[in-house]
């Protein structure tokens, strides 16, 4: 890490509605993924239930992709200490993905391949055209760090994913399908897109968001290297990549704690509460599929996981991109917020714990799915507040 002051300051180039934009679909997606699976509990029974497919697919690729492609527009530019070269494409990808997706959904619900693909090629569309948007980044950048590699395999796995996805549409429809593809496609998913890039840009926003200063990225290298032979080695069928990605996870919760012991600031607020609460949920995952139970092993790990890691940096990224585009230009002219005051911190706080009591609760007691649904529903409602502050 350079001794340089981080900021997730937007440069001007990147407009506010961008990330805004994608964080308010992937919110919606995540409320739509959240009621559909709350009122059709049975769609846990069976692997590639109709319901269960749309599900996973408004959570993984509606909240988690969303918030992830909005949040990399401001801070791609930060981590690479280059501004983006067109923001501007940012729309497509979020026009091409906020329209696939409900395509792809209603698609799973009819079992109707024709508009899974059709929906999943607008959606595979909306990323290629962001993953490319990113390697005009890369090749630009003026500093190069574990983080800025950790963002290029996210940006590789984000464009393998959905055409993994597509060959599984396309095959179901017109013959060659092969179910066993489908863990390819749900590996590059959770372990490429997902555990990379909570791992790597959790690493740039923990530090940032608890002024911890200094810490090497060294072990950030070495769990990129581990996590990715991991996902290999489970790709091509072999035990060790379950072996592997235990390791990738002693190395990740060895690296948040050297974050955290070097921090200046004491207190932990609501977001990094959160994030180093769904970070408890990866043991519970790798346990229950060591154990043999994938389904257990992806409820803990989308909802438990993903849920509160990415609502956690929502209360911290919202605020501080509102306020330093709204605010910050009036300081000193007129009163203006503080930036702590414009999260209502107690929904906020009772948000994550609806989402943790319930997504702990979900694989034994299926009803508890409406707790996380409440969850999310009042971390929805925390943000708007934001946005009206
Ligand atoms: C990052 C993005 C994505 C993630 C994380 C993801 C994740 C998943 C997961 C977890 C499953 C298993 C669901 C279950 O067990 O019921 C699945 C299945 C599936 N996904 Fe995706 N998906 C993504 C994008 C896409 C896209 C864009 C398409 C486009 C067509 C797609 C098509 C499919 C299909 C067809 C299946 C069922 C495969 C089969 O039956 O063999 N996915 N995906």
Redesign the pocket.
Known sequence: MTGRAPSLTPTPAVPLSLPLGFFAAGTAFLLWGLLLLAIHPEALQ????PV??AS??LL??GF??GVLVGALHPLVPVVLESPLPRPALGYPTLALWGA??PL?TLG?LQAD?RW??L???L??LG?LLFAGHLALAFRRASRWSPVATALAWVSF??AL??L???L???T?RYGF???E??AW??L???VG??LLSILGVGHKLVSMFTLSHGTDEGVLGLLLWVLNLGLLGLALGQPMGLGLLALGLVLAFYDTWRILRQRVKRALDVGVRHYLAGLAFLPLSLGALLAGE??RA?LWF?LGFLGLVVSGMLYKIVPFLVWTQRYAPRVGLEPVPALKDMLPERAADAAGLLLGLGALLTPFWPPALWVCAAGGLLCAYALEEVLRS
């Open positions: 069976a692997v590639r239930h269960l497919l996973s697919h993984f690729l988690g992709v696939g997706l792809q799973f391949p899974v693909a929906g999943g090629g959606v595979l990323l796995y984000l994913t959905p993994l996805g597509m599984q549409a396309l179901l399908y092969d179910p593809r489908m496609h749900v590059a998913g959770l897109v997902f994938p389904l992806g989308g």
